[in-house]
């Protein structure tokens, strides 16, 4: 893989932060977008600008065929068995609450049970929470391990057959703990429960079948993966998905619509009540295509490389906390001792180098790391070694800045 051609694609990358080259060390947090997807959506507006599925004029016809092309692209892309399984949302949290507020509150009652992780982003909790107090529902979370990951035995022990949704990360955006999805999905329907997978730090760093995990839903977004911002996708299986009702009403998404009463159309545009996200459905196709030509076998492979490489450094490096299993994704969420994220990140971006900084929206799991906030160094296809290298000078320059104070 030619990273320095990559690097290219990206104009954001090549620019000064604070009078240094910028090292961009937050794609968990949002990815960035190569030349290729902005020239798409720039042509789109350009040239194909137009509402989708209404008029009959040509350039409605091409902004339609281009819309549903990204669909087709998308299905290919995770495998979807049929391609009115793949819903566009506004992304993974849009997603999820599709699913929480029609299939939860259709299907659960008191004493039902849905289970989740201390892992979860919030938008894998809250809905999850709401949806336990509008129906009785109970919420429990699988135990973990002190590294920060699950056991199968653990997810045997806490699912039961009164479990009627299991909802889980395929990857943390703390710990960067890979889930053995395929393996808890299994346990799942083996008690009679629905799986939903958030597979937002997932999909942009590794291949992902959902026929092969065979979990029920799949919620992911676009703009992880060098897509624009706005973008997501709720893929569920199509009989799931004809059994729930819309969550937004309005137009798109209708049939016939009566004086007191309305049908709706079937898969996937019952789900995408409105003007739909046509130009960010544009760019999506254009970021898979991209990221598929690149390869996710070369994309994982360097993530890896990078990851380890970090790691080793930091092996030797006192006065650091790091988090989580030591099979990871390509991300290290860590805190210098005694010096707060936030003056980390601060330090750190004085030099150039960006970094995430907070409770990554993840507070159950700052407080069972025990942590108010962490930083976060998270890589991509587009990092390098010399970024990494930067990063650790970076941080042995904030150790010996915040050892002085202290």
């Not at 999850?128 to 699950?150: F, I, R």
Request: with cysteine; aromatic share 8%.
């Amino acid at each position: 893989m030619d990273v320095s051609a990559i690097r290219q694609d990206f104009p954001l990358l090549d620019q000064e932060v604070n009078q240094h080259p910028l090292v961009y060390l937050d794609s968990a947090a949002t990815s960035q977008k190569p030349a290729q997807v902005i020239d798409a959506v720039n042509h789109y507006y350009r040239r194909d600008n137009s509402n989708v599925h209404r008029g009959v004029h040509s350039i409605g016809t091409r902004a339609t065929e281009s819309y549903e092309g990204a669909r087709k692209t998308v299905q290919s892309f995770i495998n979807a068995e049929h391609v009115e399984e793949v819903i566009f949302t506004r992304g993974t949290t849009a997603s999820i609450n599709i699913v929480a507020n029609s299939y939860g509150r259709a299907n659960l009652s008191t004493g039902d049970e849905i289970v989740i992780t201390q892992m979860e982003h919030h938008s894998n909790i809250i809905p999850w929470q709401q949806l336990a107090k509008q129906t009785g529902a109970s919420l429990k979370y699988v135990p973990m391990q002190s590294d920060g990951t699950l056991t199968l035995a653990d997810v045997e022990n806490t699912i039961t057959q009164s479990t009627k949704i299991v909802a889980i990360t395929h990857v943390s955006n703390v710990l960067g703990t890979i889930n053995p999805i395929k393996e808890i999905v299994k346990i799942a329907h083996q008690n009679g429960a629905v799986v939903l997978v958030d597979g937002a730090q997932a999909v942009p760093h590794m291949k992902v079948d959902v026929q092969d995990l065979d979990c029920d839903f799949y919620a992911f977004s676009g703009h992880k993966m060098c897509a624009p911002t706005g973008i997501g996708v709720l893929y569920g299986k199509k009989q799931l998905l004809e059994s729930m009702e819309p969550v937004e009403f309005g137009g798109e998404m209708i049939d016939f619509v009566g004086l007191y009463d309305s049908t709706w159309k079937e898969l996937p545009w019952k789900f995408e009540g409105g003007t739909p996200i046509i130009a960010g459905a544009v760019g999506l196709k254009t970021a898979i295509d991209y990221l598929t030509d690149i390869g996710f076998e070369k994309i994982t492979a360097h993530e890896k490389m990078l990851t380890d490489y970090a790691m080793e450094q930091l092996s030797a490096f006192d006065g650091i906390d790091i988090y989580g299993p030591d099979h990871r994704a390509g991300l290290i969420t860590f805190n210098l001792t005694d010096v707060h994220p936030h003056d980390t990140a601060t330090v750190l971006d004085a030099y150039g180098i960006a970094v995430r900084a907070g409770h990554h929206c993840a507070q159950p799991l700052m407080k069972w790391l025990d942590v108010t906030a962490t930083a976060r160094a998270s890589f991509y296809l587009y990092n390098t070694k010399d970024d990494v290298d930067r990063f650790i000078n970076g941080l042995q320059s904030a150790k010996e800045f915040f050892g002085d104070v202290f």
